[in-house]
Nanobody, 127 residues
Framework: QVQLQESGPGLVNSSQTLSLTCRVS??????????WSWIRQPPGEGLEWIGT???????NYRPSLMSRTSISRDTSKNQFTLQLSSVTPEDTAVYYC???????????????????WGQGTQVTVSS
């Protein structure tokens, strides 16, 4: 069935750009009506929605991160990406990609609202 897997460097220096890829298998990222999101969890903190790219290609970002965030997709490879620029140690977190049935929002995030999750990947930003 549908599976998601994150990949990218686990260690990033401050001021650099964090780049991650979510590879999707078992289903198309263009299938209605699914939404493909990036979510992170800092150590000891709750889940934080970063942004979403919809099946249509429409993109929404968390307002507090919007200026540093870029989400894109490659439909030929059935994958989508996250770029977070000018990172600081506060960006250290486990980063997840996930599939849901509605657009993300910058409120309380419940894991159960997303049907499929990647395994997550630890990203540490050096100070």
């Amino acid at each position: 069935q549908v599976q998601l897997q994150e990949s990218g460097p686990g260690l990033v220096n401050s001021s650099q750009t964090l780049s991650l890829t979510c590879r999707v298998s078992g289903g198309s990222i263009t299938t209605k009506f699914y939404y493909w999101s990036w979510i992170r969890q800092p150590p000891g903190e709750g889940l934080e929605w970063i942004g979403t790219i919809a099946y249509s290609g429409r993109i929404n970002y968390r307002p507090s991160l919007m200026s540093r965030t870029s989400i894109s997709r490659d439909t030929s490879k059935n994958q989508f990406t996250l770029q977070l620029s000018s990172v600081t140690p506060e960006d250290t977190a486990v980063y997840y990609c996930a599939r849901g049935t509605q657009p993300g929002r910058p409120g309380v995030l419940n894991r159960g609202e997303y049907g499929v999750w990647g395994q997550g990947t630890q990203v540490t930003v050096s100070s």
